[in-house]
């Protein structure tokens, strides 16, 4: 999820009683909240490197706890004392924790299990950016401060903002889990469908980020890759998505994927996109490029007569 998301989850774990625990709970939920992108540091050294470890070491499990660890003891710091170590790392863990199950809720996924695997994990319920989650935590957050501006006028007594806090917590849960069953109904309208008269190898549903009924899909056949924008309410026509022929296998493909580039993207593309085209330099070379369907997300090199492969790009769009 984005970092907005993030730092409104972990203000509303705090004024859901969490702040009870600990007088700097607050800041430190907003930190712990927002730690495992911490990543983005990998920015400078230039996108690819960014995207090869964005959602890596920082986003796993075996991290979590060291750096649920490392803002406890800076904050014990501050406090000048250990005595507040074992709260301060439960409220570090919880934010830590909060931060990744909200990105194992949308399609970009994370990687659990580094360093002793690889793999990707997501959920596909959510987008990266969900309005209807912005709305419900920003009201979460807002609220309670026009509340103590109107109380202030009329002499009231102002809340606390525990109520809205817990609302909204109980929200986000119940929402992916929405989320997550109509999702499976995307999958089964794509799923259950004959794409013309092969059936589909596999498929795969994305949100959007306002409309929990609009999903973009992708079905992949033996020979062909489809892309869809569709509602759950309307009907499903198989002809109406975009479709791409997948190339053949050749040696200029097969040098193209043996480059780190080429290897690091087809670890985290789900449903990569190959495309050959002659290229006028060098002399009877090719421009070989993989263009994840998911993000947009492209890698391309030139091979040339000797299968040699000239250099490699990355961009995220």
Same mark, same amino acid.
């Given at each position: 999820m984005d970092n907005l998301t993030h730092t409104l989850t972990g203000l509303a774990m705090s004024r859901a009683g969490l702040n009870r625990c600990y007088k700097h709970a607050t800041p430190l939920l907003l930190l712990a909240a927002n730690a495992p992108d911490i990543d983005i540091v990998m920015l400078s050294r230039g996108g690819f490197e960014y995207f090869q470890y964005h959602r890596a070491i920082t986003h796993s499990l075996a991290a979590a706890p060291v750096l649920a660890l490392a803002i406890a003891l800076l904050f014990c710091a501050l406090d000048r004392s250990l005595r507040n170590l074992a709260v301060t790392f439960g409220l570090a863990l919880a934010g830590v924790a909060s931060h990744l199950l909200l990105d194992w809720t949308n399609a970009y996924g994370v990687r659990f299990l580094l360093p002793f695997s690889s793999d990707w994990y997501s959920l596909d319920q959510t987008n990266i950016l969900d309005v209807w989650i912005w709305a419900v935590l920003i009201l979460a957050a807002v609220a309670p401060s026009v509340a103590r501006l109107v109380s202030s006028e009329v002499g009231a007594r102002s809340g606390s903002g525990r109520g809205l806090a817990i609302f909204a917590l109980v929200f986000l849960a119940l929402y992916n889990a929405g989320r997550g069953v109509i999702h499976q109904r995307a999958l089964?309208?794509?799923?259950?469908? &004959?794409?013309?008269? *092969? $059936?589909?190898? @596999?498929?795969?549903? #994305?949100?959007?980020?306002? %409309?929990?009924? /609009?999903?973009?899909?992708? +079905?992949?056949?033996?020979?062909?890759?489809?892309?869809?924008?569709? %509602?759950?309410?309307?009907? #499903?026509?198989?002809?109406?998505?975009?479709?791409? /022929?997948?190339?053949? $296998?050749?040696?200029?493909?097969? *040098?193209?994927?043996?480059?780190?580039?080429?290897?690091?993207?087809?670890? =985290?593309?789900?449903?990569?996109?190959?495309? +050959? &085209?002659? &290229?006028?330099?060098? !002399? %009877?070379?090719?421009?070989? /490029?993989? @263009?994840?369907?998911?993000?947009?997300?492209? +890698? !391309?090199?030139?091979?040339? *007569?000797? %299968?040699?492969?000239?250099?490699?790009? =990355?961009? =995220?769009?």
């Open positions: 089964e309208t794509l799923e259950s469908r &004959v794409y013309e008269e *092969a $059936s589909p190898l @596999r498929a795969g549903a #994305f949100p959007t980020s306002a %409309n929990p009924l /609009q999903w973009d899909g992708v +079905v992949e056949t033996g020979s062909t890759v489809r892309r869809y924008h569709f %509602n759950l309410l309307d009907s #499903f026509d198989p002809d109406s998505g975009e479709l791409f /022929q997948k190339p053949e $296998s050749s040696a200029a493909v097969d *040098a193209a994927g043996r480059t780190p580039e080429f290897r690091v993207f087809l670890g =985290f593309s789900k449903y990569p996109l190959w495309s +050959v &085209v002659p &290229v006028p330099e060098p !002399e %009877n070379g090719v421009r070989v /490029q993989v @263009r994840d369907m998911r993000f947009g997300f492209t +890698v !391309e090199t030139v091979v040339d *007569a000797g %299968n040699r492969v000239t250099g490699a790009s =990355f961009r =995220f769009r």
